[in-house]
C-alpha cells in the first residue's frame, strides 16, 4: 500500500494561489476556512520563498497525540483524518499542529462549538466513500475515485507534488539533482522524519 | 577509604531529588489554558477546559475560590491593571468581567459582554484599565469601553476585522491610543484606535504567530510562532536580537516579566526557555511537561515558575535550583490518554468521555456532570452540578436506550440548549461497548 505525501518545492512555487481556490471549490469549503492556503516567508525581503500549505498528514501526527477525545486516524495510506462527529472543537490540534492546518469556522457552521475542519488528502472521512453525508461533512472523496488531491493536480508549475511518498520523493530527488542546488521541500522532515 | 564514602553518601543526600524538583498543583479537572497572576502579586488566577477559573493565593497556592458563568472551555484570563476587574474569555464567545472584590463569594455575577462569533482565545486590558481588548478565531479583535462604570452602563464594543484568518494574541500601546494584534496570517500587526486604522506590520513572519509580548519603553517586540520560532527583535528597525527554533515544534505560550528582566517561551512538546533580558542570553532550558505547555508564569518570589498544559495540574519550577535534565521518566498518564491495555469499553470512555466526566461518587470538577449512578438518574438533576436551564426542565431520564440515542442523534438533538459539545458515535460496536461499560462502571 503506498504512503501517500505530500511535497511542495519552494523554489517553484509562485504564489498563485491556484491550490487553494482549487481545493475551496472542489471540496464546497465554507467561508472562513481554508484547508489550504500560501505561507510567504522572509516577505519583500532577499530569500522570499512561497510555500503551498495544509495538513501534512505527517507519520507522527502531533494532533493525533493532544487530541482529548481520539477524534483522529490514520489511514492505510498514512492519509490523517477525523470524525467531525466525535470533535468537540477544542482547538488543541491547532496549537500543537507546526503547519497550522486545523481551521475553525465561525460558530453555527458546523454547529454551536465550530468542529475543526481540514485537508483530508482529497480521502473524505469516516462516512461511507462517496456518499452525501461524506462529501458534505468533508468533501470530495478523489483517492475513492481513483485520483489524486486536486490541489496537486492544478499546480501550474508542479511545485506541488501529492501521491505515493516514495514517487513523490524520486520526481523531487530528480528535479534537484537537474537543477542542481537548493532542497527546497520545506516541511517533509517536519512531517515524515518518523518512518510509518 | 571509608572517609571518602562518607563523603560520597553525604554528597548524594546533599543533592536535590527529582521529586521535589517541581510542586504540582491540582483544583481543575480538565486541562489549564491560562496563568495571570494578580497586579498586588498576592493572587493568581487559572482558566481551565472544565467550564471554570480558579482563584489561588499566590504565596501558599492554595485554591480560594472557583468561578462559574461560562457555558464551555476558557481559554484566557487576565486581571486588569488597576486590580478591580477579572476578565476571562472561552469557546464560548463571551468575556466574563469579574469583580475582583467579589472573587470569594459563591454566587458572584459576572458582566457578560458577547459580540464575538468565535472562541475567544486572549484578553489584554490598556495600562489605564480602561480598554479590554479580545483576539478571537472569528477573526476579529474585539474592543471594549471600560470608561463608564461598566456595572451601571452598557459596556460600548466595536470590532476591528483585518487578519487572514483567527486573531491570537492583542496587546495595547503604552499610551491605550494604538493596538497590536497578532494571527494565524503570521503578521503582527499596529492599529490606531481613533480610527481603528491599520498603520502597518511589526512582523511579518509567514507562519502563525501565536504569542507575542511588546515593551515600546525597550523597544523590543517578541514573539512565538507555529513552526517552532522563539524570536526578539527590535521594535522600530526589525533587528534580531534572539532567535531560537530549529525543531519546527509550534510556540505555545510567552512570559514576559520586565521587573525581573526574565523572559519565558514554551512549546508544544514542553520545552521552557528562559532567557535573561539583559543581554538574551538563556538561563534555563528544559523540558517541564510531557505535551504542551499552554501558558508559564513567573511568581511573585521571581524565583519560581508556574507552567499549565495538557494535565489537570499546574506545576512550579524552581528556576535556579532545579536539576537541568528534569524528566527522565514520562509523567503520569493523562485519563484521556490511557497506555495500560483496557477493554473497549473503557477505552471509548477514557478517549472520548473521560476529559469531562469522571465515574466517581466523589465528582471531582470536570466539564461535565459526574456519572457515578447516572442509569436511573433524571437528566440535569445531579445536586452540584451548574447546569443549563435546558437540562434543568429535562425530563429524561438516563437508561441504556437514552444514553444510545444520546450519542446516536447527538446532544443537540436530544437535549437541546445542553452545553455538552455536540458529539456522536457512529460505530454501533464501539457504542454498545461504552453503554455497557458505563452500566458496570457507574453502579452504585
Known sequence: MARMKFLCDAERCIECNACVTACKNEHEVPWGVNRRRVVTIQDGKPGERSISVACMHCSDAPCMAVCPVDCFYQTDQGVV??????????????????????????????????????????????????SSGEFQKYGRNRLAEGKLPICAEMCSTKALLAGDGDQVANIFRERIVARGFGSGAWGWGTAYSIKS | MVRLFLC???????LPSSASAFDRFTAHGGPVRDLALSPDGENFVTASFDYSAVLWSANDIKEKSTLYGHEAALNTAKFSPDGR????????????????????RDDVEPIILRGHKGKIVHLAFSNESKQLASASWDGSIGLW???????????????????????????????????????????????????????RSVVRNGWSISVF???????????????????????????????????????????????????????????????????????RDFHAANGPIWSMLLMPDHQSLMVAGLDDFITRWPIYEFPPEFLD????????????????????????????????????????????????????????????????????????????????????????????????????????????????????
Open chain 2, 8 to 14: 560520597f553518601i553525604l554528597y548524594l543526600m546533599l
Open chain 2, 85 to 104: 476587574w477579572l476578565a476571562t474569555g472561552g469557546d464560548d464567545g463571551l468575556i466574563m468581567l469579574w469583580r475582583t472584590s467579589e472573587l470569594k
Open chain 2, 329 to 444: 521518566k514520562p509523567g503520569p498518564a493523562r485519563r484521556f490518554h490511557p497506555n495500560r491495555d483496557i477493554s473497549n469499553g473503557e477505552r471509548q470512555f477514557a478517549r472520548k468521555c473521560s476529559v469531562c466526566h469522571t465515574l466517581k461518587a466523589d465528582g471531582k470538577r470536570r466539564a461535565g456532570p459526574s456519572l457515578f449512578g447516572v442509569f436511573g438518574r433524571q437528566a440535569g438533576r445531579l445536586e452540584g452540578y451548574p447546569y443549563s436551564p435546558a437540562l434543568q426542565k429535562s425530563d429524561i431520564i438516563w437508561t441504556s436506550a437514552t444514553i444510545n440515542r444520546l450519542f446516536a442523534e447527538g446532544p443537540d438533538k436530544v437535549t437541546p440548549g445542553t452545553k455538552m459539545p455536540i458529539q456522536r458515535m457512529k460505530n454501533e460496536q464501539d457504542l454498545k461497548d461504552l453503554v455497557s461499560f458505563l452500566q458496570s462502571a457507574t453502579q452504585n
Open chain 1, 81 to 130: 483524518l477525523h470524525s467531525k462527529d466525535l470533535c468537540i472543537g477544542c482547538g488543541y490540534c491547532f496549537y500543537a499542529c507546526p503547519f497550522g492546518a486545523p481551521q475553525f469556522p465561525q460558530a453555527g457552521n458546523y454547529g454551536s462549538r465550530g468542529k475543526m475542519d481540514k485537508c483530508t488528502f482529497c480521502a473524505g472521512g469516516p462516512e461511507d466513500d462517496m
Open chain 2, 145 to 199: 469601553q471600560l470608561e463608564n462604570d461598566p456595572e451601571n452602563t452598557e459596556v460600548h464594543s466595536r470590532f476591528i476585522r483585518g487578519h487572514e484568518g483567527p486573531v491570537n494574541a492583542v496587546q495595547f500601546s503604552n499610551d491605550g491610543d494604538y493596538l497590536y494584534s497578532a494571527g494565524q496570517d503570521g503578521q503582527i500587526r499596529y492599529w490606531r484606535l481613533a480610527s481603528d486604522e491599520y498603520l
Open chain 2, 213 to 283: 509580548a511588546i515593551d515600546e519603553t525597550k523597544d523590543i517586540v517578541a514573539f512565538g510562532s507555529s513552526d517552532g520560532v522563539m524570536s526578539v527583535e527590535r521594535l522600530s528597525d526589525q533587528t534580531t536580537l534572539m532567535r531560537v527554533g530549529d525543531e519546527r515544534v509550534p510556540v505555545l505560550s510567552l512570559y514576559y516579566a520586565d521587573d525581573a528582566g526574565v523572559l519565558g517561551f514554551g512549546n508544544a512538546k514542553g520545552r521552557v526557555l528562559l532567557v535573561d533580558t539583559s543581554n538574551w542570553s538563556v538561563i
